[in-house]
């Protein structure tokens, strides 16, 4: 079926087409035009006025609708995309934070299974964890961290092929061997709850650590001990060139000014937005059971506020708020599209309106909600209140 979508601002890698159309065909994009001419035999979307943008690239996000992903059931899994889904998010790596490999294991055979489903929104897995340095991994991680294990790692990455990312200490003892193991198998490597200083984050940069995992939070900055002065591993990861970055973008984890800051340094092309979300993202309705965490101020706290325990965004929330920090919309939206698509090695078909690229297509109201989206080219379940 061919579909056009027509009177909208379109958002393309070379900026703004304010008159033209998006259309598609089956799965795949088969034209982005500069003509709004309806076409004979098209389904016509009158976008009446509202942002076309690219589908949103998730790479990071614990659960969301209530469920996480360490359940490692596939209700959880698919509970939880769905959420996601609803925001914007048209392709996801879920995220499995610091678990046993038992659990790992569990959950690469059901990504595996939904990864397999015709136009699945699931590119692959994402491990947070376990190795991790203790004293930077915090309080919802403690006695789930772990020393680096090469026998364990390796014998799960020789049969398992869904996994694409994969964060860690690189301080840790065998960490830097990890890295160049996940390189060599095509795995983003990504540094996460660390103290590492320059010289520890210029090493592990050098042995495929690329990504910096929630930058600025669970790792220091510039710092203090007795009277000397250090960096911390903030001002290591702005002056690694190449290093990329993702920011949790909630309006909550990082004040606007320190978006604005990291999106003035680290640029478009190596910033990208993240949920980090729990399970209480996009969850209307379901009821906290755990004791020890409360939902306050759009963000999951310690229930006795010593700390924030996680993100509750979803994706259209990093974009907005990012909007509301000062950065022009479309670079809110490369961060959530090209940008992770490109880091993620999916950005043949995914992460942005070009020609022949997979249909993943949002509409976005002048206040940036999803007013319809479209995945693989099919419709997402609640997401349609324009037409
Ligand atoms: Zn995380």
Not at 22 to 40: F, P, Q, S, W, Y
Not at 49 to 56: A, D, E, L, Q
Not at 338 to 348: D, F, L, N, Q
Request: hydrophobic share 40%.
């Amino acid at each position: 079926m061919l579909t056009q979508i027509i009177n909208g601002k379109i958002y393309t890698p070379q900026g703004w087409l304010d008159e033209g159309s998006v259309l598609m065909r089956d799965n795949k994009i088969l034209e982005v035009t500069n003509c709004d001419l309806a076409l004979i035999g098209a389904k016509l979307i009158d976008a009446k006025g509202m942002y076309i943008v690219p589908g949103f690239v998730c790479m990071h996000a614990h659960g969301g609708g209530g469920r996480d992903f360490t359940e490692c059931t596939e209700a959880a899994f698919r509970t939880a995309i769905k959420a996601h889904q609803k925001h914007g998010a048209t392709s996801i790596f879920p995220t499995l934070s610091s678990s046993p490999f038992s659990d790992i294991r569990k959950a690469v055979d059901i990504c595996e299974q939904l990864m397999a489903e015709k136009d699945s929104p699931v590119l692959g897995l994402h491990v947070e964890g376990p190795y991790l340095n203790a004293k930077m991994a915090g309080e919802q991680f403690a006695g789930k961290v772990k020393g680096v294990d090469k026998e364990e790692y390796t014998s799960l990455l020789e049969s398992a092929n869904c996994i694409k990312r994969w964060d860690a200490s690189p301080e840790l003892p065998g960490a830097l061997d990890f890295a160049r193991y996940l390189k060599s198998k095509g795995i983003l490597a990504a540094v996460s709850h660390t103290e590492a200083e320059y010289d520890g984050i210029k090493e592990a940069f050098e042995a495929g650590f690329t990504h910096a995992a929630h930058f600025y939070n669970a790792m220091p900055g510039f710092h203090k001990r007795r009277e000397y002065k250090y960096e911390g591993t903030v001002e290591s990861v702005y002056l690694m060139d190449g290093m990329t970055i993702e920011l949790i973008a909630d309006g909550i984890h990082l004040p606007s000014t320190i978006l604005r800051l990291a999106y003035k340094l680290k640029g478009v092309d190596n910033t990208c937005l993240v949920t980090d979300a729990l399970a209480y993202a996009a969850a209307d309705g379901v009821e906290i059971k755990d004791p020890n965490v409360i939902i306050e101020d759009g963000v999951c706290k310690m229930a006795d506020r010593s700390s924030l325990a996680g993100s509750i965004a979803t994706m259209d929330v990093l974009v907005r708020t990012m909007v509301k920090a000062g950065i022009p919309l479309g670079d809110a939206v490369r961060m959530v599209s090209e940008t992770p698509a490109r880091i993620m090695g999916v950005e043949e078909s995914k992460g942005s309106l070009q020609k022949d690229k997979d249909a993943d297509i949002l509409i976005l109201d002048r206040d940036l909600n999803i007013r319809a989206a479209w995945a693989m080219g099919n419709l997402v379940e609640g997401t349609n209140t324009l037409f």
